[in-house]
């Protein structure tokens, strides 16, 4: 796995990646609150109408980044799990729409929820689990990845890379990232 | 307009007469349900789509969260709700409707189809919060039950303890700050393998564990005594598993669902006896799906009895998406003259604070 290269926490926390696709940022958090640190520096960033696809396994912390992302965007209040309610729908300097496409049996069902309005409307829209989402993947958005660490239950690796044009200078944009960790 | 004024005359009329029955609709999120209510308390009819077996009886499909799937059945969900209680339209007081919280397109079937039925028939239009209606189904199940009680209502979607001071009059008192406990339930199925719903699944499986086996974290916020946080809990089972797994170990699911409940179960149990204690209250009720699970059943009745605080419950029916809720909430809304206009229309992140 390319992300298990050596890389010196003590260091500087991020470095770009480039693969044959695209070029990729990735960002170290130690634990929870970094996790949410990161999210909340990506939410200062990101503007009306961008998409943000979140991957990463069950209790890896896409909720956790959501929440930072939200902060970060101007949301006030306290961003909780859309799981069973598939959409939350927070006002912010934009209005956040938290996806978590888990309960989907298939895409389907996305049609009937107006997803695309949503997806391709006036606000930030985060999506948990968009394996679900299958030919409704946008071409363009933002990818993020979260993975944890094999020797660290706290740790994880957060990738964030760039999908289509649109998205392409956010590759400077969150190069500057200091991390919090300690 | 006129519909407004002339149905809060007909409001301030309907508190005298005897029988109040109103019919109401439920369709928030996965379940499409209808409902006729006698005087809050009493069920007449009760129609539930996923207990029915629409594809043999209607030929269409089970709804799931799709609103779609809503329009399909509502129509017939409200005439099978209206024929099993053998009562005409006319007969109606009132209709209730669910507004929020819950998936907006879903909602927005129900609250098209209240305010149609209710425009139709000139009776008065009851919006109804969807927390509200699942503390009323302690009104339904438990026919002694007043205010004040503290109710815990916990489920797929929501953890929250609430203060019933009054009828219609709540106090949160405090919440989750991420996934609701039956969320964490079915997530934690999953994890081991155990499918869905995980709530059922778990306790089967946990009837063969040891609770003490695995000390999983129960989470206390500092300054917050009554919120809930089962993110970090679902976390650390991950871990766990996914450890054990690493170092080759044989995993035995039994003892991690029955040490995953306890720790649910245990959280759930304390913050609520704290919760009635700090408030001097001496009836404690529990709502929703999660309230279908024994072990928090039977320890929260052991521990509220050495508290000399009652427990309520309602029925495995009533815990879930349902009507007849909705239909009890309305009634004692209907009494105090808090009716909606026709321009009432579905909220899905209506706030617990919108409910006094």
């Known amino acids: 796995m390319w992300y298990n290269t050596d890389y010196n926490l003590s260091d500087k926390i991020y470095f770009l990646l480039f693969t044959n696709e695209v070029a990729a940022i990735v960002l170290i958090s130690c634990n929870e609150k970094d996790t949410q640190n990161i999210g909340y520096y990506i ?19 896409k909720t956790v980044l ?20 598939i959409m939350n729908q927070y006002p912010g300097n934009c209005p956040i729409f938290h996806f978590d496409l888990y309960r989907l049996s298939d895409s389907e069902e996305l049609y009937d929820l107006d997803f695309e309005d949503y997806l391709y409307g006036d606000g930030i829209a985060i999506v ?12 363009e958005y933002l990818k993020v990845t979260i993975n944890k660490l094999e020797d660290d239950d706290n740790k994880r690796i957060i990738k964030i890379s760039s999908y289509g044009e649109k998205y392409e200078s956010y590759k400077e944009v969150f190069k500057g990232y200091e991390s919090t960790c300690r | ?39 809050g308390r009493e069920v007449v009819s009760n129609v539930i789509s996923s207990q029915i077996d629409i594809h043999k009886e209607y030929g269409g499909v089970v709804p799931e969260i799709a609103s779609r799937k809503h329009v399909e059945v509502i129509n017939y969900i ?33 609250v098209a189809m209240a305010k149609g039925l209710a425009f139709g028939l000139k009776v008065p239009l009851i919006g109804v919060h969807h927390i509200e209606g699942h503390i009323s189904s302690n009104y339904i199940h438990n026919p002694d039950l007043e205010p004040p009680f503290l109710c815990l209502v916990v489920s797929g979607g929501h953890t929250m303890l609430v203060c019933v001071e009054d009828y219609c009059k709540y106090r949160l008192m405090g919440q989750t700050l991420d996934d609701a406990a039956g969320e964490a339930f079915d997530k934690i199925a999953r994890v081991i393998g155990l499918g869905y719903p995980g709530g059922p699944a778990i306790e089967r499986y946990a009837k063969d564990g ?41 995993v035995n699911i039994n003892d991690i669902a029955a040490s995953f409940q306890q720790a649910v179960v245990d959280v759930l149990v304390e913050k609520s006896i704290n919760c009635a204690n700090e408030l001097g209250i001496d009836k404690l009720a529990i709502a929703g799906g999660v309230s279908a699970n024994s072990l928090l059943k039977d320890q929260m009745n052991s521990l509220a009895g050495q508290h000399g605080i009652k427990l309520y ?40 604070s919108s409910l006094n």
């Open chain 1, 43 to 61: 939410g200062q960033r990101v503007k009306a109408g961008d998409i943000i696809l979140l991957y990463g396994d069950l209790g890896s912390g």
């Open chain 1, 66 to 85: 959501t929440r930072g992302i939200a902060k970060g965007a101007g949301v006030e209040s306290r961003v909780t799990s859309p799981t069973f309610i």
């Open chain 1, 128 to 139: 948990e689990w968009p394996e679900k989402m299958a030919e409704l993947l946008p071409k």
């Open chain 2, 1 to 39: 307009m006129a519909y407004f004024q002339n149905m809060k005359k007909k409001t301030e009329l309907l508190k005298d007469k005897k029988d109040i029955l109103i019919l109401a609709i439920e369709s928030s999120c996965d379940e499409t349900s209808v409902a006729l209510v006698r005087n």
């Open chain 2, 78 to 110: 409200v005439d099978k709700a209206l024929s099993e209680a053998n009562i005409n339209l006319n007969e109606l007081d009132a209709v209730a409707v669910t507004y929020g919280p819950g998936l907006v397109g879903a909602l927005l079937v129900g």
């Open chain 2, 210 to 250: 040891d609770p003490t086996k695995y000390d999983y974290p129960r989470v206390n916020i500092k300054g917050k005594p009554y919120d809930f946080s089962f993110s970090g809990l679902k976390t650390a089972v991950i871990n766990h598993v996914h450890n054990m797994k690493q170092a080759g170990e044989k």
């Open chain 2, 313 to 352: 419950t309602p029925s495995i029916i009533l815990s879930t998406d349902n009507a007849a809720m909705i239909g009890s909430a309305a009634y004692y809304r209907l009494l105090r003259g808090e009716i909606s206009d026709l321009s009432l229309n579905a909220i899905p992140y209506l706030s617990l």
